[in-house]
């Protein structure tokens, strides 16, 4: 652990403290955004790999109107003294913010009608329209929407004796006009159920069992929400159905609770997410057919300011694109891998706990996933609970997913064995609430002790705790890790993971889940960095030190490889750094608020974002401390949220070995990408990393898998 160094004060001059050298934090995630695009726009990538691309790019776009657009404007009307990036006032922001997400719908769209739709159409996945369908393809569709989706439509009218009906958030619907036999027009909604697929198969193989079983190389769809205009009469027996138009609603999900007096945090959240579903609409998407008439009704029941409509000519709901992606054509996809299991676990299925923990007690082990498999991590919960020399459970849980083999763990440890469990539960991740509270209502039936976590904060951190009793002592076994303990985003996602029977962490982990459990006002660790008790001090200390390393050896050098950097504080203290020579090298896959490369502040300063196949998720905080290399790794960011509102744990690295592989290995190996990495400009903008002629080029991500394979 570093020593505290009596600090250096932050520079008052006006280059770091001059708002416009630091970038607004919605406009960085919108460049993160654009790079996700050109994952899209990219032919080099598999073609169903670039129809991912464009969902993933549709679903961090919903993400963020509900989350960053809708927390701004709620703030719209504030014109305070508060440090604004940029000097952007909430409601300069949200011009800009729809000037470049209409540019991105629009380069998303002729992305996909003008390349990828053609392009996989030629490859034998074809999307039609419902005028295009032979008459035996379009009976098959009709016959699906009489059996399967017509009776999960309620069309919904509008006039003086039906309200106008709730629409809910990510709801995708159509704006029906008919008229009756009298001629006189009328409205209704109809929601296009999330349950229905957005496209509908055609090719006869999905529909006829006998040749269902065989291989498929041509797949024919068609757009759903066109099957289901086309049977609108249906719907409206004796109406003359006129004409629909699609539309798409977004809502805020930034919900504030001052008004809310709630009892306890399973009460308020479940509150919360029944809220969420009345927030303000952010975005309603449209198309340019759509009559003026029809869109008043529209914004006028919904309450639509118009800076939030957003009309194209062919639109489509982006996140809907993913579904696409299951088409079973593994040659318009990345190649499969299997991730490795690390050999220090291959033990035989029958082997007893003790050689599982036999191999953490001797070293700490660490997992780079998902190139490196996650069953470890759920095999140390799967002994621990039916290893009878194990006493106690405890586990912090931010987002573990459906049916997960984690939970199905702890339960199995208090069910069938008795064993002491202690969980907590983060009900505050965002989107998972609803998945939280079931898991957290099936530990507690179960007997386990289920907590929510401290008040005003969210417990971000990612650690087991595991207590074993070894002859006449105790040992504690610990997993930290930056990622989440979900089996599915395992494989997905790009994190670190690290095993210790280390003595200090064990106590710091102890003391960590008193302090979430119980009353602890202990702000002290052994080893941990633990936000918001000491993470931003030590963090703080650290870049002073590596300060006072520069000016005195001249050999300052920081590594940090981060998914964002906001904090204001944070930025300074790097500028800071860069002003007095230290080498300071960003890997930040999203949001950076900091300018590199500019002379005087922050010339000694580089950042890369790495966008690829997996999400960019581990953090990695290097400091070459004149050759007495510390390496932290953990949960958190650099952002006001991380560093004063959630619980956090960042774990030192400090086995020589291991220092070394993240250091040469990892760290290294981001920095020499140069196929998907892409470099900032001190104006915000990234420019894709250009290989030299002697230079080898280096995919990371595949880098990682053929090395793992080795």
């Known amino acids: ?114 390349m990828l739709e053609p392009q996989l159409a030629k490859k034998g996945v074809e999307i039609l329209h419902y005028e295009d369908l032979t008459n035996a393809q379009k009976s098959r569709v009709d016959a699906y929407f009489n059996e399967t989706i017509f009776p999960v439509l309620t069309p919904l009218a509008f006039d003086p004796g039906h309200p106008f009906p709730y629409i809910s958030n990510l ?40 040749i269902r079983s065989k291989p498929v190389r041509k797949f024919k769809f068609v757009w759903v929400s066109e099957v289901i205009e086309a049977n609108l009469g249906d719907l409206f027996p004796g109406m003359d159905v006129i004409e629909a138009y699609q539309f798409y609603v977004v809502r805020n999900a930034e919900i504030e609770f001052s008004g809310l007096e709630v009892m306890d945090m399973l009460e308020m959240m479940e509150e919360s997410v029944r809220r969420r579903r009345l927030g303000e609409v952010v975005q309603l998407l ?62 035989d299925h029958d082997s007893p706990p003790e050689q599982f923990f036999n191999v953490i007690r001797r070293q700490d082990v660490l997992l780079h996933h998902p190139y490196q498999s996650f069953d470890p991590v759920v095999e140390f919960l799967r002994q621990a609970a039916v290893d009878p020399d194990v006493l106690a459970i405890k586990q912090t849980l931010y987002r573990v997913g459906g049916d997960s083999p984690i939970v199905r763990a702890l339960l199995q440890a208090r069910r069938d064995y008795g064993k002491q469990v202690a969980v907590l539960v983060e009900l505050q991740a965002r989107f998972d609430e609803e998945n939280n509270i079931e898991w957290a209502k099936l530990l507690e039936q179960e007997g386990v002790h289920v907590t929510y976590g401290l008040p005003g904060l969210k417990t971000h951190s990612k650690i087991v705790l595991v207590v074993r009793r070894e002859g006449e002592h105790i040992r504690r076994y610990v997993h930290m890790a930056t990622g989440n303990y979900n089996h599915v985003t395992a494989q997905l996602y790009e994190d670190i993971g690290m095993f210790t029977s280390d003595d200090a962490i064990g106590a710091d982990a102890t003391d960590l889940f008193n302090y979430l459990t119980g009353y602890s006002a202990k702000e002290n660790y052994r080893k941990l960095l633990v936000a ?179």
Not at 554 to 583: C, H, P, T
């Open 171 to 210: 709801s995708f619907n159509l704006a029906v006009r008919v008229a009756d036999s009298s001629g006189r027009r009328h409205f209704a909604r109809l929601k296009v159920p999330g349950s229905l697929p957005y496209f509908l198969p055609v090719h006869k193989a999905a529909y006829d069992p006998s």
């Open 286 to 347: 449209i198309g340019t057919d759509m009559p003026d008439d029809i869109l008043r009704i529209l914004v006028d029941n919904l309450d639509v300011d118009p800076q939030f409509i957003y009309s194209f000519e062919k639109p489509i709901v982006l996140r809907n694109l993913l579904q696409m992606y299951k088409v079973d054509r593994s040659d318009l996809k990345s190649q499969t891998f299997s991730p490795v299991v690390p050999e220090e676990f291959q033990l």
């Open 1 to 114: 652990m570093v020593k505290k160094e009596a600090p250096i004060s932050i520079s008052e001059s006006e280059m770091i403290n001059d708002p416009m050298n630091f970038i607004n934090r919605e406009l960085s995630m919108l460049e993160f955004h654009k790079r996700v695009l050109d994952e899209a726009l990219n032919p080099e990538n598999p073609l169903l790999e670039r129809v991912r691309f464009l969902g993933l790019l549709g679903s961090i776009l919903d993400e963020f109107f509900m989350v960053r657009v809708g927390g701004l404007a709620m703030g719209a009307g504030n014109k305070d003294s508060e440090f604004y990036f940029e000097n952007l006032l909430p409601q300069e922001q949200l011009r800009r913010i729809r000037k470049r997400t209409r540019a991105l719908f629009g380069e998303a769209l002729d992305c996909y009608w003008e």
């Open 532 to 710: 918001p008790l000491q993470l931003r001090e030590m963090v703080r200390e650290l870049i002073c030190r590596e300060i006072k390393q520069q000016k005195q050896y001249g050999d300052g050098w920081i590594i940090f490889k981060i998914n964002a950097l906001v904090d204001e504080e944070m930025i300074k203290m790097l500028y800071r750094a860069s002003q007095q020579g230290v080498k300071i090298d960003l890997i930040v896959r999203g949001i950076c608020c900091l300018r590199p490369g500019i002379e005087g502040l922050s010339e000694n300063i580089r950042v890369v974002s790495v966008v690829g196949r997996f999400l960019e998720h581990s953090r990695i905080y290097y400091f070459y401390n004149h050759g007495k290399e510390e390496i932290f790794i953990g949960s958190a960011d650099l952002m006001p949220r991380n560093l004063n509102q959630r619980v956090e744990v960042v774990f030192p690295v400090e086995n020589s070995a291991l220092i070394r592989h993240i250091r040469d290995d990892i760290l290294q190996i981001y920095l020499q990408e140069n196929i998907n990495a892409w470099r900032m400009n001190s104006d915000g903008h990234y420019f894709r990393a250009q290989s030299k002629d002697d230079e080898m080029l280096i995919d990371v991500q595949q880098w990682f898998i053929e090395r793992k394979k080795l």
